[in-house]
């Protein structure tokens, strides 16, 4: 119940296309749900958070889609640039609890040029 | 994460040895976490701490580890006796309040046990 499922595990996707990566949960109690940006040999950089209370959050290329009912959330990177290439993870906490994150295993996105 | 400072960020320890980690939260922020990353794996919590006080430390493994956080100086993450298991990166994060709040991460202490 404690688990974020986090999909695809890798993913590729051509410069000026559309990344998509999407994550589910299971505890009803989650109700933060950020989004980390992860470079190689360095630490999570937070992207975008999400609360429960809005359906979609947008900030520049990136947006958050968030489903309640189905306990699902996506990330969407529009326009996407070889600069964009990382690993991204899911992750969700209950309100209460936000320092207490529950990660997803992470996506390798690659932007081929 | 630019702020939260970790130190040493590669260490290399032999089996049996000793591993300290250290952290010192963004200026202001008196919430400390730590964390662990396996190889190909997302981060898992491991412990949530004020100063001179551990909040939560529901994530940390029973024996070998423990964490501080002192009245002065960094937070420190001490693993005893390390075995191959315990390669990881470390990374600590931290937060101006608790609840609620938005937590950053520093750069990450990568433990090797040979």
């Known amino acids: 119940q404690q688990q974020v499922k986090q999909s695809p595990q890798s993913l590729i996707v051509q410069k000026g296309g559309i990344s998509i990566i999407n994550c589910a949960y299971e505890n009803t109690a989650f109700d933060y749900f950020p989004w980390y940006q992860q470079f190689p040999g360095k630490g999570p950089a937070l992207l975008i958070a999400?609360?429960?209370?809005?359906s979609e959050k947008k900030e520049g290329r990136f947006t958050i889609s968030f489903n309640k009912s189905a306990k699902q959330f996506s990330l969407h990177i529009m326009d996407s640039q070889p600069g964009d290439s990382a690993t991204y993870f899911c992750a969700a906490s209950p309100e209460q609890g936000a320092q207490k994150l529950v990660f997803g295993q992470g996506t390798r996105l690659t932007i081929n040029p | 994460n630019a702020g939260v400072m970790q130190n040493p960020r590669h260490l290399v320890r032999r089996r049996g040895q000793e591993a300290r980690l250290r952290c010192s939260p963004m200026k202001g922020h008196s919430h400390v976490y730590w964390y662990r990353q396996l190889p190909e794996e997302g981060l898992k919590f491991m412990v949530y701490?004020?100063?001179?006080?551990?909040?939560?430390e529901s994530g940390m493994p029973k024996e070998r580890f423990s964490a501080e956080f002192p009245k002065e100086g960094p937070s420190i993450l001490r693993i005893q006796q390390v075995v191959r298991g315990d390669s990881a990166a470390y990374f600590c994060?931290?937060?101006?309040?608790?609840?609620?709040?938005?937590?950053?991460f520093g750069e990450g202490s990568w433990l090797t046990v040979v």
């Open positions: 994060a931290s937060s101006r309040r608790g609840l609620g709040n938005t937590i950053y």
């Open positions: 999400i609360r429960p209370d809005v």
């Open positions: 701490l004020q100063k001179e006080n551990i909040i939560d």
